[in-house]
């Protein structure tokens, strides 16, 4: 990677970037920020969030990595969402629309003012 990263980038932070990130312990990450604290040179602090296979962020980090060793994440767009069997994409109807439309709701709460 070319220079500073900056807020939106997505970056591969492996063992290239710090040991701490070698072998399985690879990250995809969506930078938040880039602070501007003196670092050993070559260094940076990064803030950003963890993403996962789908590109669902799991994690906020803070991670201090070399930028010699970033490289930008292959980007691949996040899969459409499937509707489960029987969702119709609206939300579910509240217990007291279904209370207020039996006539059960009102009476609940003409009989709780009536008993003062």
């Not at 990263?5 to 970056?11: E, I, T």
């Not at 993403?51 to 060793?69: C, D, I, M």
Request: glycine residues 12%.
């Amino acid at each position: 990677m070319t220079g500073r990263p900056s807020s939106g980038d997505l970056l591969t932070i492996d063992g290239r970037a710090s040991v701490q990130f070698a072998g399985d312990r690879a990250l995809t990450f969506r930078v938040v920020s880039v602070s501007d604290q003196l670092t050993y040179h070559g260094w940076i602090w990064l803030t950003g969030y963890v993403l996962n296979r789908r590109g669902e962020a799991t994690a906020k980090r803070e991670v201090y990595v070399q930028l010699a060793g970033l490289r930008p994440a292959a980007v691949t767009p996040p899969a459409p969402r499937r509707q489960r069997n029987g969702d119709t994409g609206t939300y579910a109807r509240r217990d007291d629309e279904r209370y207020s439309r039996s006539g059960l709701g009102g009476s609940r709460l003409h009989a709780r003012a009536d008993a003062r």
